[in-house]
T-cell receptor, first 112, second 114 residues
Framework: GENVEQHPSTLSVQEGDSAVIKCTYSDSASNYFPWYKQELGKRPQLIIDIRSNVGEKKDQRIAVTLNKTAKHFSLHITETQPEDSAVYFCAASMGGGNDMRFGAGTRLTVKP | DAGVIQSPRHEVTEMGQEVTLRCKPISGHNSLFWYRQTMMRGLELLIYFNNNVPIDDSGMPEDRFSAKMPNASFSTLKIQPSEPRDSAVYFC????????????FGQGTRLTVV
């Protein structure tokens, strides 16, 4: 089955700096790569996703890049704010009702 | 739609007791996932269903765990007998089951086995 690895496990940045989280996946058939944000005591919620036919996607301060050849994808957050502090999870799926496997998560702390 | 609904939100039980967690997916969603979240192991996929049929239960830790989906609007995850190491937050999520669609999570059930 699919195996997703995520790095780093913790990340601390100053407010205004950029943050980058990286993930690799094992199954070349995976074609859907969402990113979830989980605030303390709450449920994971989708913040951005990318499909295999796209190399990059951006939504305001958040961007995701995908390299299918290398089987890795990354989340980029620019101009970080304290409210960006949370645990971020990457995931990979073959879609079409197949399973969705998550990385171990990255705890991001943005210091004011 | 109220989203994915899980019950109970919190459950405290004694070791050896049976625990049943419940999930109502978003209406119209065809895929349902059960995840377990712990500090040590992150979000683990336990089992998922498509159109009420279990597709992959390889993540279920052992025979003490079982899951059912008797209809499109209800699923249960049962642990019998429960053990302290089962303490975790259990999330249910649902999606349309089509290619490249978001999974929506419920609020989770925090299970404590003492």
């Amino acid at each position: 089955g699919e195996n997703v690895e995520q790095h780093p496990s913790t990340l601390s940045v100053q407010e205004g700096d950029s943050a980058v989280i990286k993930c690799t996946y094992s199954d070349s058939a995976s074609n859907y790569f969402p990113w979830y944000k989980q605030e303390l005591g709450k449920r994971p919620q989708l913040i951005i996703d990318i499909r295999s036919n796209v190399g990059e996607k951006k939504d305001q301060r958040i961007a995701v890049t995908l390299n299918k050849t290398a089987k890795h994808f990354s989340l980029h957050i620019t101009e970080t704010q304290p409210e960006d502090s949370a645990v971020y999870f990457c995931a990979a799926s073959m879609g079409g009702g197949n399973d969705m496997r998550f990385g171990a998560g990255t705890r991001l702390t943005v210091k004011p | 739609d109220a989203g994915v609904i899980q019950s109970p939100r919190h459950e405290v039980t004694e070791m050896g007791q049976e625990v049943t967690l419940r999930c109502k997916p978003i209406s119209g969603h065809n895929s349902l996932f059960w995840y377990r979240q712990t500090m040590m192991r992150g979000l683990e996929l336990l089992i998922y269903f498509n159109n009420n049929v279990p597709i992959d239960d390889s993540g279920m830790p052992e025979d003490r765990f079982s899951a059912k989906m008797p209809n499109a609007s209800f699923s249960t995850l049962k642990i019998q007998p429960s053990e302290p190491r089962d303490s975790a937050v259990y999330f249910c999520a649902s999606s349309l089951g089509l290619t490249n669609t978001e999974a929506f999570f419920g609020q989770g059930t925090r299970l404590t086995v003492v």
